[in-house]
């Protein structure tokens, strides 16, 4: 199963990005999706996920500054991240939570 991530790429701190993710539509939509993030020398971690429904959930270091959600007519889901900080560099991942993983796609965020 690909999953295509993109939207990454160098902002300074304070300003934003949008990723997005496109998964088969045979997956996406009675599934939860989810990104993920790993920053150089640390483990990858949890950023946000949502339910089929649109239930979503975030990780405490992105609360009131990132917002997930998903497009079903489209099988996509976005990662809109504002307010960036230098600690949220990494390459961000998207899943099908439990199954799947895409390829990462890097963020950069400058002092």
């Known amino acids: 199963v690909q999953l295509q991530a993109s939207g990454g790429g160098l902002v300074q701190a304070g300003g934003s990005l949008r990723l997005s993710c496109a998964a088969p539509g045979s997956i996406f939509s009675s599934n939860v999706m989810a990104w993920y993030r790993q920053a150089p020398g640390k483990l990858r971690e949890g950023v946000a996920g949502?339910?089929?429904?649109?239930?979503?959930n975030y990780a405490d270091s992105v609360k009131g500054r990132f917002t997930i959600s998903r497009d079903n007519a489209k099988n996509t889901v976005y990662l809109q991240m504002n307010s960036l900080k230098p600690e949220d560099t990494g390459v961000y991942y998207c899943?099908?939570?439990?199954?799947?993983w895409g390829q990462g796609t890097q963020v950069t965020v400058s002092s």
């Open positions: 899943a099908v939570e439990g199954k799947y």
């Open positions: 949502i339910t089929s429904g649109g239930s979503t």
